[in-house]
């Protein structure tokens, strides 16, 4: 009777450990896909999406556009300007009257957005200086001490002519993107006093007191509307005209309105663009202004909250990763998820304004999914032999010899070493590929490739990692150690390209037209070893130095060369092997990297090294003469691609001066960052890579 109970009791046992398992594991996967998601928000560019999400909503808000009418602008524009002999600054006896003429039409405040920091005529500028001392109503004047943009030795003007408690920090901060998201506070001068900036310190003169904080920026909804500005708006020359009523017990803020002066990027860029996306900056402080005056603001969702959101979709990503379906429906099922969820979002905002996070729940989501899927979803794969049919997996044979003398090799570790790398690529390789016949095409890139990599293997014992179409990855120092890794790798270069021009000329001959042969090479730290699956795997190098190989085999057809190596390959070849092609800025990088063109002394005319080494040279110190020397080169070796290229940048780059006739080296003509600083020079060159 005891046996017959024990039966069931123990089933239902293994049952509940069944249940609790599945459950454990379900609750792992959920904190698992919360955590791991809070920890990729930290990587800037998912904390940048996020914030691209909110930027959208802001702009398509939920309101109807509508006027904050306790603020009003007058707007400094061209028309303004015209009336004056000078642009800039601005004549002060205008603004002097201006603000008399604000304070008689019963003004309740005036922020003054002009930097007084310079002389001008002086009666104009005692004029202003005293209708700011004796205006009857609160009055605060944009002022700096940044150094780069008030030269310290015009500080003291700056400082006597805007009375201290007329004072407000002009400053806009910008997040990371350029974007100016939050109200700038304030700061404390050298002196030692703090200064609030323009919103606040408006606010503090007509006795409204603010947090010393930096909240995130509310952009009014009517912002977007090209019909309907957020503030009644006028340009300065109509204020005399207009109703007294139009400024009575109004806050009044006077600044630049012009096409190319004191405009800022905001979250209108995002879906506008640079140009549309600016705002005067007068009409930013105005935001602010309008936020800090009547308590409104972005308004995000408590941070528990947004915890339990991530929760409960990464909860809903673990049920998903668990149902039995095909990947491809598991994928359809994980899009459609994460599309609706973002969709939600956007309609809650559009309904209440409430901001829902977008990226960390979808992200919470997508890894529970995907954990689920491949870890606690599936059962473990079991390991396979690995020495079985080694010599099919992997290309070069002294990675075989090396593995058949140390087995352990065969597992999927890899080690960091320095090694250098070499990637080659033929030109208009697609071309050629919809013209001639798939076995004619093969047979063709088989006798190619066979070349190529006898060279790398039985000439200069370099290690063939991969075949990638027509293009091939090798590398020195791995797995065997080579102290001389970077001289074989451009000896190996220079060989391949002389066996890759012969081999163009000899199917030119044929009718065949095969293109010429780019080859990169770099030398760097790289984790090798073997990559792939316990089924299938290949000995290859992994990091950012073998990425930068394979650009610099990319940039060849930039400027017109078929080899080009880094400066940390340069430096351990001899000075005549080389000649400078350029320091370049390359995509996702801000320093630039030199970038070399070796030669061959033998095969190559002195003379024409040695021009094209002095005409570089003054190209370094932007002579303009550099323009002539280089067009020297280019008619004497037309088949000089990078003299071509420096020659056709330079007749773009070296303009005439009008008055003396003589040419010289226009910066102007330099690329420029978003702040307007060069970020060219004659020989550094900003890539925008497609």
Same mark, same amino acid.
């Given at each position: 009777?005891?046996?017959?109970?024990?039966?069931?009791?123990?089933?239902?046992?293994?049952?509940?450990?069944?249940?609790?398992?599945?459950?454990?594991?379900?609750?792992?996967?959920?904190?698992?896909? *919360?955590?791991?998601?809070? $920890?990729?928000?930290?990587?800037?560019?998912?904390?940048?999406?996020?914030?691209?999400?909110?930027?959208?909503?802001?702009?398509?808000?939920?309101?109807?556009?509508?006027?904050?009418?306790?603020?009003?602008?007058?707007?400094?524009?061209?028309?303004?300007?015209?009336?004056?002999?000078?642009?800039?600054?601005?004549?002060? !006896? &205008?603004?002097?009257?201006?603000?008399?003429?604000?304070?008689?039409?019963?003004?309740?405040?005036?922020?003054?957005?002009?930097? %007084?920091?310079?002389? *001008?005529?002086?009666?104009? #500028?005692?004029?202003?200086?005293?209708?700011?001392?004796?205006?009857?109503?609160?009055?605060?004047?944009? &002022?700096?001490?940044?150094?780069?943009?008030?030269?310290?030795?015009?500080?003291?003007?700056?400082?006597? %002519?805007?009375?201290?408690?007329?004072?407000?920090?002009?400053?806009?901060?910008?997040?990371?993107?350029?974007?100016?998201?939050?109200?700038?506070?304030?700061?404390?001068?050298?002196?030692?006093?703090?200064?609030?900036?323009?919103?606040?310190?408006?606010?503090?003169?007509?006795?409204?007191?603010?947090?010393?904080?930096?909240?995130?920026?509310?952009?009014?909804?009517?912002?977007?509307?090209?019909?309907?500005?957020?503030?009644?708006?006028?340009?300065?020359?109509?204020?005399?005209?207009?109703?007294?009523? $139009?400024?009575?017990?109004?806050?009044?803020?006077?600044?630049?309105?012009?096409?190319?002066?004191?405009?800022?990027?905001?979250?209108?860029?995002?879906?506008?663009?640079?140009?549309?996306?600016?705002?005067?900056?007068?009409?930013?402080? +105005?935001?602010?202004?309008?936020?800090?005056?009547?308590?409104?603001?972005?308004?995000?969702?408590?941070?528990?909250?947004?915890?339990?959101?991530?929760?409960?979709?990464?909860?809903?990503? !673990?049920? @998903?990763?668990? @149902?039995?379906?095909?990947?491809?429906?598991? @994928?359809?099922?994980?899009?459609?998820?994460?599309?609706?969820?973002?969709?939600?979002?956007?309609?809650? &905002?559009?309904?209440?304004?409430?901001?829902?996070?977008?990226?960390?729940?979808?992200?919470? $989501?997508?890894?529970?999914?995907?954990?689920?899927?491949?870890?606690?979803?599936?059962?473990?794969?079991?390991?396979?032999?690995?020495?079985?049919?080694?010599?099919?997996?992997?290309?070069?044979?002294?990675?075989?010899?090396?593995?058949?003398?140390?087995?352990?090799?065969?597992?999927?570790? +890899?080690?960091?070493?320095?090694?250098?790398?070499?990637?080659?690529?033929?030109?208009?390789?697609?071309?050629?590929?919809?013209?001639?016949?798939?076995?004619?095409?093969?047979?063709?890139?088989?006798?190619?490739?066979?070349?190529?990599?006898?060279?790398?293997?039985?000439?200069?014992?370099?290690?063939?990692?991969? %075949?990638?179409? #027509?293009?091939? %990855?090798?590398?020195?120092?791995?797995?065997?150690?080579?102290?001389?890794?970077?001289?074989?790798?451009?000896?190996?270069?220079?060989?391949?390209?002389?066996?890759?021009?012969?081999?163009?000329?000899?199917?030119?001959?044929?009718?065949?037209?095969?293109?010429?042969?780019?080859?990169?090479?770099?030398?760097?730290?790289?984790?090798?070893?073997?990559?792939?699956?316990?089924?299938?795997?290949?000995?290859?190098?992994?990091?950012?130095?073998?990425?930068?190989?394979?650009?610099?085999?990319?940039?060849?057809?930039?400027?017109?060369?078929?080899?080009?190596?880094?400066?940390?390959?340069?430096?351990?070849?001899?000075?005549?092997?080389?000649?400078?092609?350029?320091?370049?800025?390359?995509?996702?990088?801000?320093?630039?990297?030199?970038?070399?063109?070796?030669?061959?002394?033998?095969?190559?005319?002195?003379?024409?090294?040695?021009?094209?080494?002095?005409?570089?040279?003054?190209?370094?110190?932007?002579?303009?003469?550099?323009?002539?020397?280089?067009?020297?080169?280019?008619?004497?070796?037309?088949?000089?691609?990078?003299?071509?290229?420096?020659?056709?940048?330079?007749?773009?780059?070296?303009?005439?001066?009008?008055?003396?006739?003589?040419?010289?080296?226009?910066?102007?003509?330099?690329?420029?960052?978003?702040?307007? #600083?060069?970020?060219?020079?004659?020989?550094?060159?900003?890539?925008?890579?497609?």
């Amino acid at each position: 009777m005891a046996n017959d109970l024990a039966i069931p009791t123990r089933a239902n046992n293994r049952r509940w450990r069944v249940l609790f398992a599945a459950v454990g594991q379900f609750l792992l996967v959920a904190v698992g896909g *919360t955590l791991a998601a809070v $920890f990729v928000m930290q990587i800037p560019a998912f904390t940048q999406v996020e914030q691209w999400t909110a930027d959208i909503r802001m702009i398509y808000g939920p309101k109807a556009p509508s006027q904050d009418k306790d603020i009003v602008i007058v707007t400094i524009t061209e028309k303004v300007l015209d009336q004056f002999p000078y642009r800039f600054p601005v004549d002060r !006896a &205008y603004l002097a009257r201006l603000l008399n003429l604000l304070a008689a039409k019963h003004a309740r405040a005036i922020g003054l957005d002009v930097l %007084f920091d310079k002389p *001008t005529e002086a009666a104009k #500028d005692e004029t202003l200086r005293q209708a700011l001392r004796k205006l009857p109503i609160p009055v605060v004047v944009s &002022y700096v001490e940044d150094p780069r943009i008030v030269d310290a030795k015009d500080l003291p003007y700056l400082q006597n %002519f805007v009375p201290p408690e007329d004072r407000g920090m002009a400053n806009l901060v910008t997040s990371r993107d350029g974007v100016v998201r939050t109200i700038y506070p304030g700061e404390v001068g050298p002196d030692g006093n703090y200064i609030r900036g323009v919103a606040r310190q408006i606010l503090h003169r007509l006795g409204i007191e603010t947090p010393n904080e930096s909240p995130e920026l509310y952009y009014l909804p009517g912002t977007q509307i090209v019909s309907q500005t957020p503030f009644p708006t006028f340009p300065a020359n109509l204020v005399p005209i207009l109703p007294a009523s $139009f400024f009575t017990g109004k806050i009044v803020l006077i600044g630049a309105d012009l096409s190319i002066t004191d405009r800022h990027r905001t979250p209108l860029a995002t879906m506008k663009g640079d140009i549309d996306g600016q705002l005067p900056g007068i009409v930013i402080h +105005g935001h602010g202004l309008s936020q800090l005056l009547h308590h409104h603001g972005v308004k995000h969702i408590p941070r528990w909250a947004e915890i339990g959101l991530t929760v409960l979709l990464a909860m809903a990503g !673990a049920i @998903l990763g668990r @149902l039995p379906m095909p990947i491809w429906g598991r @994928l359809l099922a994980t899009i459609a998820v994460v599309v609706l969820w973002t969709v939600g979002a956007f309609e809650v &905002y559009l309904h209440s304004e409430w901001v829902l996070p977008v990226v960390p729940p979808a992200l919470a $989501f997508v890894l529970a999914v995907w954990i689920t899927d491949t870890v606690l979803g599936r059962e473990s794969r079991q390991q396979k032999a690995f020495i079985q049919n080694a010599m099919g997996r992997y290309v070069s044979p002294k990675v075989v010899a090396e593995l058949l003398e140390n087995p352990e090799m065969l597992s999927l570790t +890899g080690i960091s070493k320095e090694m250098t790398y070499l990637f080659t690529d033929v030109a208009s390789f697609t071309s050629l590929a919809e013209k001639e016949g798939p076995e004619k095409l093969i047979a063709l890139l088989n006798e190619y490739l066979t070349g190529v990599s006898r060279i790398i293997q039985d000439q200069f014992d370099g290690t063939v990692c991969r %075949f990638i179409g #027509d293009a091939v %990855f090798a590398l020195w120092n791995a797995p065997a150690d080579q102290p001389d890794h970077q001289h074989r790798a451009v000896a190996c270069a220079l060989a391949i390209d002389a066996y890759a021009e012969a081999f163009r000329a000899e199917q030119h001959a044929h009718g065949i037209e095969f293109g010429s042969t780019r080859i990169g090479v770099n030398a760097g730290l790289a984790m090798v070893g073997n990559l792939g699956s316990p089924e299938r795997m290949e000995y290859s190098a992994l990091g950012d130095n073998v990425n930068l190989a394979s650009r610099l085999e990319s940039i060849n057809k930039y400027f017109g060369t078929r080899i080009c190596i880094s400066e940390t390959v340069a430096m351990a070849l001899p000075f005549e092997r080389l000649r400078a092609v350029a320091d370049v800025v390359v995509k996702g990088k801000t320093k630039p990297m030199a970038i070399y063109e070796p030669i061959d002394p033998e095969h190559t005319d002195p003379e024409h090294i040695r021009k094209y080494r002095a005409a570089y040279a003054q190209l370094l110190g932007e002579e303009p003469s550099a323009l002539e020397a280089f067009r020297e080169i280019v008619e004497k070796y037309p088949k000089d691609g990078c003299a071509r290229f420096h020659f056709k940048r330079l007749q773009r780059l070296v303009s005439i001066d009008p008055l003396s006739g003589k040419p010289f080296f226009d910066k102007s003509k330099l690329k420029t960052d978003e702040n307007g #600083d060069i970020i060219e020079s004659g020989t550094i060159i900003v890539m925008d890579e497609k």
